[in-house]
C-alpha cells in the first residue's frame, strides 16, 4: 500500500503548471510613400496563453490553449485612398530561433510553440524561415476624419508530448509583438 502511494506521488510530482505569457512592445513602422499614414498609430491588447497542466508521460500534445490579440489602428489625419495593411509578427521568446521556443523554469525548459490557427501547422513568427506574420485589415482614412478599426486575432499554444526531463514548476516565456505598417 505504501508503495503504491510513492508511486503515485511521483506521477503527480511529474505534473508540471505552465504559464506562457506574452508580454509586448508595439513597434510601428511609418510608410513614408503614402501621406494618409501620416499619423497612423495602432495599439494592441493582449492575454496571457496559459497551458494549464503539463503531463510529460501523456502521448498527447497539450494543445487545447489559445488566446486573444486584440490590434486597434486609427488613420490619424493623413488624406488619401491609401491604407496600410498592418503585419503583426511574434519573436522568438527566450529561445534562439522558432522551432520551437522554450518555456523557462529557472534553468529547466520545456519546448513549446504559437500558432496561426487550430490545425498547429504554421508557426506565428517573423515570416522568416517556415514561420508566418498575420495580417490586419483597417478602415481606409477618408479626407481628415480619424476613423480607426479593432481586430481580433487568435493565438494557438501547444506543448509537444513526450518531454520526459521535464521538472515541476511554473513555466514561462515572453514574446515581443511588433506590427509593421
Not at 496561426?116 to 479626407?143: C, I
Not at 486575432?153 to 516565456?173: C, H, K, M, V, W
Request: hydrophobic content about 30%; overall charge positive; some cysteine.
Amino acid at each position: 500500500m505504501m508503495r503504491t502511494r510513492l508511486s503515485d506521488s511521483r506521477f503527480f510530482a511529474t505534473l508540471i503548471r505552465l504559464q506562457c505569457a506574452l508580454g509586448f512592445a508595439l513597434l510601428g513602422v511609418a510608410h513614408p510613400a503614402h501621406a494618409a499614414w501620416n499619423n497612423y498609430t495602432c495599439s494592441i491588447n493582449s492575454a496571457s496563453l496559459s497551458f494549464g497542466t503539463y503531463n510529460p508521460l501523456s502521448s498527447t500534445p497539450l494543445s487545447n490553449n489559445s488566446a486573444s490579440l486584440t490590434v486597434t489602428c486609427s488613420n490619424g489625419t493623413g488624406s488619401g485612398a491609401a491604407t496600410p495593411n498592418p503585419s503583426i509578427a511574434l519573436s522568438s521568446g527566450s529561445a534562439a530561433s522558432f522551432s520551437p521556443r522554450t518555456l523557462k523554469s529557472g534553468s529547466n525548459s520545456l519546448n513549446y510553440n504559437v500558432f496561426t490557427e487550430s490545425s498547429y501547422t504554421t508557426v506565428w513568427g517573423d515570416g522568416t524561415g517556415s514561420t508566418a506574420t498575420r495580417s490586419v485589415t483597417v478602415n481606409s482614412p477618408t479626407g481628415k476624419a480619424t476613423s480607426s478599426n479593432s481586430t481580433s486575432l487568435t493565438l494557438y499554444g501547444r506543448i509537444p508530448s513526450g518531454q520526459l526531463n521535464a521538472a515541476a514548476g511554473n513555466y514561462s516565456d515572453t514574446l515581443t509583438i511588433t506590427v509593421t505598417y
